[in-house]
């Protein structure tokens, strides 16, 4: 007779899975190339630069909106 495998309560299958997820995450996190600090102040330089640089893109802009809602309402007048 063929003997029934005991199937696993929940508790086991789930302390399984977990130690399945966290050995498969430190494998992956192996996997990470993290840049160096050089690179990092690099890139930080690069994004302020674009932030001012887009600040004033927008300033202008909403400047010159401004005045141009002024000289149409001046005319509505």
């Known amino acids: 007779m063929a003997e029934k495998a005991k199937k696993e309560n929940g ?4 302390t399984k899975k977990a130690r399945k997820f966290f050995r498969d995450c430190k494998g992956e996190i192996k996997k990470i190339v993290w840049p160096t600090p050089k690179n990092v102040f690099k890139n930080v330089g690069v994004v302020l630069a674009t932030i001012i640089l887009l600040g004033l893109f927008i300033f202008l802009l909403d400047t ?3 005045n141009l809602l002024g ?3 001046q005319v509505a007048k």
Not at 11 to 14: A, D, I, K, L, T
């Open 11 to 14: 508790f086991v299958r789930f």
């Open 71 to 73: 000289l149409v309402m």
């Open 64 to 66: 010159v909106f401004m």
